[in-house]
């Protein structure tokens, strides 16, 4: 018997890769403050609030400011990332999602979008995919990071769905371990080394094939 499902998607590596984008501004800004800003320093901020990557930010480079310039530093990068974003079109999609969102609305399934970023909404605009969402839940939703499963759990209430009927999609590890609290099923884009927590793993969104996809839903 077919169970009812529903899908959550994790915006940046899952449906765009806007990582890099973080990543100019973040070394752009981290340049400015006389330290150099890898992108091995990067991983550390994935599926990280801006608040958060800005001090794990400043401890790379052992730097110490007031709570206004934070403030200021945290606008002057968001503004930098935006002129980024804002030159977005729908070739950014990466491969395999539009195959997959295909496929989930010829089967009836509805879907969200679960992330952290505040701009996920203007992200999805750009790309064409706003409308395709049942359901968003952004940065503005949510007052807790994951690992915690909030951003999840709230996704999965605004679909109607309960947990346990829905599929994360996610490409960070607090991610996944979100996914896991929220008791959901978890399929992981990535390396299986890093993201070993998950259901299932693919490299990139092009492992959702018809097979796969077929058992996952019945």
Request: glycine letters at 8%.
């Amino acid at each position: 018997m077919k169970k009812e499902i529903a899908f959550i998607f994790d915006l940046d590596g899952v449906i765009v890769d806007t990582a890099k984008y973080h990543f100019l501004a973040w070394r752009n800004l981290a340049k400015e403050l006389g330290f150099e800003f890898t992108q091995e320093h990067n991983e550390l901020l994935k599926g990280v609030s801006r608040v958060k990557s800005l001090e794990i930010l400043l401890g790379i480079g052992n730097v110490e400011i007031s709570e206004e310039e934070k403030q200021k530093y945290l606008i002057q990068k968001n503004e930098e990332y935006l002129g980024f974003v804002n030159k977005m079109t729908a070739e950014e999609i990466l491969p395999g999602v539009s195959n997959l969102l295909d496929y989930l609305d010829s089967k009836n399934i509805i879907y969200a979008l679960g992330s952290a970023s505040k701009n996920a909404p203007l992200i999805l605009e750009k790309v064409g995919l706003y409308n395709r969402f049942a359901a968003l839940v952004d940065g503005n939703d949510v007052s807790k990071a994951k690992p915690d499963p909030e951003v999840f759990l709230i996704g999965a209430k605004k679909l109607q769905m309960k947990p346990e009927n829905c599929v994360v999609v996610e490409d960070a590890i607090a991610g996944v371990e979100a996914a896991k609290l929220a008791n959901m099923t978890c399929v992981g884009i990535g390396s299986k080394e890093v993201l070993g927590k998950a259901d299932f793993v693919f490299d990139d969104m092009t492992g959702f094939t018809t097979e796969f996809l077929n058992k996952l839903i019945n």
